[in-house]
């Protein structure tokens, strides 16, 4: 098998790969990062991102991803498409598999895998991503201001989404499958006092109605089989996100929803030399800047590693 050694090895293209390359590189430490299946990550998946500090007139997401990846060329990162398809953490140099063909020994890890939003599967669903279907309140909401909208799921994401939208929207339905709410009990009294937010539990949605303009409404069954309907411009879901952590499974220490644990205010996990940075490692905060911050976070704490070592 092909193989070749590198000081500094990075796992993932969403923000934290990308700043984590930009300062790695700066740092001559002539970072090799691999892109994986979806380049640019999450962010490539969104439209407008009017969040993200210093473009005061808002950037589309794939721009702002394209962006991170030229200056992190421009830096020198070897930046490679390729699926890391296994990886030996057991000692050092780690030894990671690309694409099931090629052996790489890196002296240094960061893990940037990100997470995956989790999505209800309809096909309807699937149709609309992007024209009224999203699973990112804080990025989206604003594009739904005044309009009526409905928030999936009954978890703290579920109600902090919603009420966070009932700031923004008219009227916000939140659609629960059970009959009742998962999240913790402050949670649910912030949804309680929140007069624009109607439950409706025990409605399983089934199909996302729409046109050529986007979502017109959603077709619910409600638990004694009936059939409901409610008129909206944009569905929310907010079913949870699964950490893209597979790889990992056995060899890193990863909380109870494998979400990879690092030690507070650092990047590092229980390995020395592999760090964590993005969602992958962060169930709470999810944000594209949180993610670029924690990727810097990742550069220094490994920068620091190599020289030490
Ligand atoms: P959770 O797993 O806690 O909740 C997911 C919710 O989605 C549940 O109500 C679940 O219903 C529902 N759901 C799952 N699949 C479907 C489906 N196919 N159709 C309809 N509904 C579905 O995920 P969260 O993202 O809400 O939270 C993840 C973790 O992050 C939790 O530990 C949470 O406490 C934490 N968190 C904390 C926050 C805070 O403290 N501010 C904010 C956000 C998250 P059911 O109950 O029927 O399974």
Redesign the pocket.
């Known amino acids: 098998m092909e193989n070749e050694t590198v000081k500094c090895l990075i796992i993932g293209s969403g923000p934290a790969g990308y700043t984590a390359a930009i300062y790695t590189a700066r740092a001559n430490l002539s970072p090799v990062l691999y892109e994986g299946l979806e380049p640019g990550g999450q962010l490539t998946t969104t439209t407008e991102v009017e969040n993200f500090p210093g473009y005061p007139e808002g950037v589309a997401g794939p721009q702002l991803m394209a962006d991170m990846r030229k200056q992190a060329e421009r830096f020198g990162t070897d930046i490679r498409f390729g699926m890391i398809t296994q990886v030996d953490l057991s000692q050092r140099p780690f030894r990671v598999i690309v694409d099931g063909q090629k052996e790489i020994l890196a002296d240094s890890l960061i893990i940037a895998t990100g997470a995956t939003a989790?999505y209800?599967?309809l096909e309807s669903e699937e149709r609309y991503k992007g024209q009224g279907v999203s699973a990112c309140a804080t990025c989206d909401g604003f594009f739904y201001r005044g309009q009526d909208v409905a928030v999936?799921?009954?978890?703290?994401?579920?109600?902090?989404e919603a009420t966070y939208l009932a700031t923004i929207c008219r009227k916000v339905y939140l659609?629960?499958?059970?009959n009742?709410?998962?999240?913790?009990k402050a949670?649910q009294q912030r949804v309680a006092n929140t007069p624009n937010l109607e439950i409706l539990f025990e409605h399983?949605?089934e199909e996302v109605l729409g046109d050529a303009n986007g979502v017109t409404g959603l077709r619910m069954r409600k638990s004694d089989g009936s059939e409901a309907t409610v008129e909206i411009t944009g569905m929310f879901v907010?079913?949870?996100?699964h950490p893209n952590t597979e790889l990992f499974k056995g060899q890193l220490d990863l909380d109870e929803?494998g979400y990879i644990k690092t030690q507070p205010g650092t990047s590092k996990t229980n390995i020395e030399g592999v760090f964590a940075a993005g969602d992958v490692q962060d169930?709470?905060y999810r944000q594209a800047i949180t993610a670029a911050g924690s990727g810097c976070i990742a550069a220094l704490d490994c920068e620091r590693f190599l020289l030490d070592a």
């Not at 907010?238 to 996100?241: R, S």
């Open positions: 989790k209800l599967g999936i799921g009954g978890g703290d994401s579920a109600c902090e659609v629960v499958r059970k009742y709410l998962r999240a913790s949670m399983t949605p907010a079913i949870g996100h929803t169930p709470h």
